[in-house]
């Protein structure tokens, strides 16, 4: 999800809104859903361009949020290690790291 709808490269607007529910218990409504492209970076600094599919653009929201489940879901393998983050890695687990993060 991102309030950001200048980064979609695709975009349908929603039919009707849909509630999103926040942190705080909130509910804001998703404007639109499309794809963005992005560009991740793991440890050792190389770039990897991604699509990210069926990204909800939520004008209300404060941050860019992801959700690892979708990623699971859609074949990225996540790794959590104590104090350095998460590694993503492409092709169900078998591929590059294509993306790293600390906390």
């Given at each position: 999800m991102t309030p950001n709808c200048q980064w979609f490269?695709?975009?349908?607007?929603?039919?009707?809104?849909?509630?999103?529910?926040?942190?705080?218990?909130?509910?804001?409504?998703?404007?639109?859903?499309g794809r963005i492209f992005v560009t991740l970076q793991n440890r050792q600094g190389k770039d990897t361009e991604a699509v990210i599919k069926e990204v909800l653009h939520v004008p209300n929201l404060q941050a860019n949020l992801i959700s690892v489940q979708e990623l699971v879901n859609r074949g990225t393998n996540v790794v959590f290690q104590k104090g350095s983050g998460a590694i993503l890695t492409a092709n169900q687990g078998h591929g590059p790291e294509i993306g790293y993060a600390n906390q």
């Open positions: 490269a695709t975009y349908r607007p929603l039919a009707s809104p849909i509630s999103v529910q926040i942190g705080n218990g909130k509910q804001i409504p998703a404007a639109g859903i």
